[in-house]
């Protein structure tokens, strides 16, 4: 209904209090964009079981948007920073021949269009990252959307652990905003062999942060939130709150169903 009063910007009710059938019929004819028309209508079905989940409608043609190479890119650097120095970028950018060539386009009968390094703000690029980190471009039409998911660190077996040490990766930047709001979500890996944990942190300045996680059998609701303020996500003062209502979840999902 909301993206039906969104398409035609008035349902009109003929000074009745309440919208009747007849004014969304009229309403759903005057669209004229099929594609709209279709998804608008799909919605409506009086049947709740033949309306589309909202996760299927971020596919309808009307919504979904193909993410460039650049936002992917800029995801998996975030999602695998743990295993790069902290200024990995710096170093990165210091090193570059600014006169090289990044990308060719190929063009019949004219010279190729290049670009080179000394066309790319290294600054923008830092804040494209920072922006990604904190959750403003998540990644919405994926099946499997795992957006800023929690990273890991494994411990090596106890036969390995004396050949070779693997160094604990560096704290991140500590998270100054406290969170005041706070959603959690547990449901079953399409196998049903894990818990898949999605949580939504709203932070004291407004930001929404995702995260989501598959839970091992091992995690418990303290090592959680001592993770996600390992790695700055949540502030210090949040770990305890965090921690009894991630444990009032688990409770509630894994006592319900085993």
């Known amino acids: 209904m909301c993206a039906l009063e969104m398409a ?17 019929a009229r309403a759903r004819h005057s669209l004229s964009d099929p594609n709209m028309q279709e998804f608008i209508l799909s919605c409506l079905a009086r049947d709740p079981a033949c309306r589309p989940s909202a996760h299927s409608l971020l596919f309808h043609r009307v919504l979904f948007e193909v993410h460039s190479l650049k936002l992917l890119a800029a995801h998996c650097f975030i999602q695998h920073q743990y295993l790069m120095p902290e200024n990995v970028v710096e170093e990165k950018t210091k090193a570059m021949d600014l006169h090289a060539v990044l990308a060719e386009l190929p063009r019949p009968r004219r010279p190729p269009l290049q670009w080179r390094y000394s066309e790319v703000s290294f600054l923008e690029l830092d804040k494209f990252l920072e922006d990604v980190r904190n959750g403003i471009y998540p990644l919405m039409n994926f099946t499997a959307a795992r957006p ?21 990766p560096e704290p991140f930047d500590s998270e100054t905003r406290k969170v005041v709001q706070m959603q959690c979500n547990l449901e079953r890996t399409e196998d049903k062999s894990r818990w898949h944990l999605t949580l939504l942190l709203v932070l004291e300045d407004r930001l929404h942060r995702q995260l989501t996680y598959d839970l091992l059998p091992t995690d418990s609701a303290q090592d959680l939130a001592a993770e996600l303020v390992h790695y700055g996500f949540v502030h210090e003062d949040d770990r305890t709150k965090l921690a009894a209502f991630l444990e009032s979840t688990f409770l509630k999902y894994r006592g319900a169903q085993p």
């Open 148 to 168: 800023l998911g929690l990273p890991r660190v494994l411990a090596p077996p106890p036969e390995e652990a004396q050949k070779a040490k693997t160094p604990t």
């Open 8 to 24: 035609v910007l008035e349902i009109q009710s003929n000074g009745d209090t309440r919208v009747t059938e007849e004014a969304i």
